[in-house]
């Protein structure tokens, strides 16, 4: 073993004998990273009303993809994807949700926020940009999906 070799000599020492040299990297430390964005996913869990599932993880559905939404919401012939941010950078987020958007079959999404001074001021911020795709208020969503009812559009849930 040459726990020393750079990478770059490994890969050429394979090349030359005519192999290919893979790299795979693993999920190392604790399991649980994003600790908030557990508690805040959970809090939108315990709004939802009685009959509707909830999945963690859910592979966006295109061939190859290796995204996920963060949580999905079903009722009875719908399903509704969850993207959770506990701190929000809207240039990256937009363009990483409307990516995920075109691999969803649900024409509703629902843009879960953390509630902070910080993200407050963001939505406050970027309301423009953000109304278009987002175009239902957070307080409607959670009625709606207290009453175990889909939301009639995309929209953005401050908790």
Do not use: C
Not at 55 to 64: A, H, K, M, Q, S
Not at 109 to 114: A, C, G, H, N, T
Not at 141 to 157: H, K, T, W, Y
């Amino acid at each position: 073993m040459a726990p020393h070799v750079p990478l770059e000599t490994l890969v050429l020492a394979a090349a030359a004998v005519g192999l290919d040299l893979p790299l795979r990297t693993y999920p190392a430390g604790e399991p649980i990273r994003d600790q908030a964005q557990l508690g805040l996913l959970g809090k939108l869990r315990a709004a939802l009303g009685p009959g509707l599932t909830w999945r963690t993880e859910v592979p966006i559905d295109v061939r190859g993809d290796l995204r996920a939404w963060d949580a999905a919401i079903g009722g009875r012939g719908w399903t509704v994807p969850v993207d959770a941010e506990t701190r929000l950078y809207v240039q990256a987020l937009t363009r990483r949700l409307a990516l995920k958007r075109r691999g969803s079959e649900s024409d509703v999404v629902l843009l879960l926020v953390s509630d902070t001074r910080h993200n407050r001021t963001t939505l406050r911020v970027a309301r423009a940009e953000l109304a278009a795709d987002f175009p239902l208020a957070g307080a409607s969503i959670l009625s709606e999906l207290a009453a175990s009812r889909r939301p009639a559009a995309s929209g953005i849930v401050l908790l």
